[in-house]
């Protein structure tokens, strides 16, 4: 509703012929809109000023209440109903007529002043009039030809529904904020960012956790935090404090949290204030040496991790390797630095493979393990792991070769053995099933084919018996020729018609 794109605003102009007729109909509201005077400020039954500096310039009066605690924050995207008129009554704009309701993001300029305030202050369902002065309007300029300059203007508002900003990375609505509090600046943690923070978890209204903790940013596992809130703490600005709405798949999933009382596959809310962080020195102001220290440091975290069974933050560390490493200019590396950075990049992909393969992304160990082979073409390990993803997914024939290639590396390595007499029983077994399948639909083939000649037979000349052969027993059941003929309501020819009847034709 403002005058910087608003889409209010641009329905404003898009209906010229009924604004045509109100300012017809209402020679008050003409006059109004051609000399540009303010309006007189209505005075409601019961209105409340909730503008920032309490100057009356906004004012709200709620018509019906709405439900819940909860009000929309900066961020969150609204869906409305609303009739805008002048003070006279005049009517300027109405959703409800084009019976399309409206959305727009709180907070974001997308909306005069007075609706991010107003809104921001209704709960779900309340439909509220809000009195709005020209400083939290249109101002002094308007919006010609239906909004005057220094306008008072008034909106019955619906509010139906709102969503926070949506901050999962597959955008499925996993992970929504709400801002209760902005942050100061424009910094944000990246990975590795030692974050303070603190947490109030709640399921149905109901605390469960409340407390502050430190910890790197992708260890939060570690310390008991779910996924849902480390994925929104990269977005985080210092000071900041947000509502998050996590869904079951970025919390405690199919498995809930008995400790907590919380079911399976429950939706949780925290409010998460950033208290303050520390980014670590971003890559490219490392120099080489500082690239392979950290990618160090990575590999032992990300071993700590797997170890651990906690695969995810195992592949994010070994990920951040791959990162640090592979544009790195070996033109300023030494031999050794060279050897370095080529055994951290094939241990990044090895194990990242072996995260994988633990976790049934097959697909992603089979890309691991080729980029692996890229670096090493005999590595055996990539070779072993890659064959295993090919076992469980059914590739007998491309497993069976992977295992074959592993004993030719390797001819003691008796892990490979083991899985190459396995996949050759498999293999086996699946030849066999086809034979029976196979034979028992030639068996199907054979059978409809002796049945084709059976009928063939049946039908042949040879079985008619020959009119000799005619005997009277064959006709026991048949009716005389009389009575065949009365049943279909026919009758016998006298003697001599017949004849008669041949020679007239």
């Given at each position: ?446 059978e409809r084919d002796a049945k084709k000649k059976e009928l ?5 000349d040879s079985t008619v018996l020959p009119v000799g052969e ?36």
């Amino acid at each position: 509703m403002d005058t910087e794109g608003s889409k209010i605003e641009e329905q404003l102009g898009t209906d010229e012929q009924k604004e045509q007729m109100q300012v017809e109909n209402d020679e008050q509201t003409k006059n109004t809109i051609q000399k540009g005077e303010s309006n007189p400020v209505p005075v409601n039954p019961n209105p409340v000023d909730i503008s920032p500096d309490q100057d009356g310039g906004i004012l709200k009066e709620v018509i019906t209440p709405g439900t819940g605690e909860d009000s929309p924050c900066s961020g969150d995207e609204v869906i409305v109903h609303y009739v805008g008129k002048h003070t006279d009554g005049t009517r300027f704009d109405s959703s409800r007529e084009r019976g399309e309701k409206f959305k727009f993001k709180i907070g974001k300029e997308q909306v005069i002043k007075a609706w991010d305030i107003g809104v921001a202050t209704m709960k779900r369902g309340e439909v509220a009039l809000l009195t709005c002065g020209p400083d939290y309007a249109y101002g002094e300029n308007g919006s010609p030809p239906k909004i005057p300059a220094n306008a008072t203007l008034t909106f019955e508002i619906e509010l139906f529904d709102w969503g926070g900003e949506d901050l999962s990375e597959e955008k499925d609505g996993g992970v929504c904020r709400s801002l209760l509090e902005s942050g100061e600046g424009y910094s944000t943690p990246d990975d590795d960012a030692t974050v303070e923070i603190h947490l109030i978890g709640k399921y149905s209204n109901n605390i469960f956790e409340e407390r502050d903790v430190t910890f790197i940013r992708g260890e939060g596992s570690e310390h008991g935090i779910v996924e849902g809130v480390e994925v929104a703490l990269k977005h985080f600005k210092k000071g900041e404090r947000s509502r998050l709405v996590v869904q079951s798949k970025y919390a405690y999933g199919s498995s809930g949290k008995p400790e907590f009382n919380i079911p399976p596959n429950s939706e949780l809310v925290y409010e998460v204030t950033m208290k303050t962080f520390e980014k670590v020195k971003a890559s490219w102001d490392m120099d080489s040496e500082e690239k392979l220290q950290q990618s160090t440091i990575n590999k032992t975290k990300g071993t700590t991790f797997f170890k651990a069974g906690k695969y995810k933050p195992a592949i994010n560390n070994y990920k951040k390797i791959i990162s640090y490493l592979e544009h790195i200019s070996e033109t300023d590396l030494s031999d050794d630095q060279k050897a370095e950075k080529q055994a951290l990049v094939l241990a990044a992909h090895l194990n990242m493979a072996m995260c994988y393969l633990k976790t049934n992304d097959h697909v992603s160990t089979i890309e691991q393990c080729n980029k692996a082979l890229k670096i090493d073409e005999t590595n055996e390990k990539a070779v072993f792991r890659r064959g295993q993803a090919h076992l469980a997914m059914n590739d007998l024939e491309l497993a069976r070769d992977d295992f074959k290639k592993v004993t030719d590396i390797s001819p003691e390595n008796k892990a490979a053995k083991n899985q190459l007499v396995l996949v050759n029983k498999k293999i086996r077994e699946l030849v066999q099933k086809e034979k029976q399948t196979y034979a028992g639909m030639f068996q199907k083939f054979a059978e409809r084919d002796a049945k084709k000649k059976e009928l063939q037979n049946c039908n042949d000349d040879s079985t008619v018996l020959p009119v000799g052969e005619w005997t009277n027993e064959m006709a026991e059941d048949m009716m005389p020729i009389e009575q065949e003929m009365e049943a279909f309501g026919e009758k016998m020819p006298e003697r001599g018609t017949f004849n008669q009847t041949e020679e007239d034709d």
